[in-house]
């Protein structure tokens, strides 16, 4: 069992920052892959990132990619959204999430998953 934790959100006027936090206990965190995913209201969940274990492939959504940046460190078990040049579609509940096998877009193949944190940017 892996537990994640995601921190890091809030309300942010449109162009700011923010990084979120995915904190993992459990089992070895560094045998996972890590996803971001994000679902605004009345929307379907979708991806936003995703890091390799070793973290030395990430992959982004078209509509994040140049704005956010995915990384992990494995010694402290997080892995880090960070978001700059936010917009207003950005606001949506962040989910974190794991799976044992290579990064993925689709979130049903993913394992383990946060609570989600709030993420609202206001234009």
């Known amino acids: 069992q892996v537990q994640l934790v995601e921190s890091g959100g809030g309300l942010v006027e449109a162009g700011g920052s923010l990084r979120l936090s995915c904190a993992a206990s459990?089992?070895?965190?560094?045998?996972?892959?890590m996803g971001w995913f994000r679902q605004a209201p009345g929307k379907e969940r979708d991806f936003i990132a995703a890091i390799s274990w070793t973290g030395g492939n990430t992959y982004y959504a078209d509509s994040v990619k140049g704005r956010f940046t995915i990384s992990r460190d494995n010694a402290k078990n997080t892995v880090y959204l960070q978001m700059n040049s936010l917009k207003s579609e950005d606001t949506a509940v962040y989910y974190c999430a794991a799976r044992s096998y290579s990064i993925s877009v689709y979130d049903h193949v993913y394992d383990y998953w946060g609570q989600g944190t709030q993420v609202t940017v206001s234009s």
């Open positions: 459990g089992r070895t965190f560094s045998s996972y892959a």
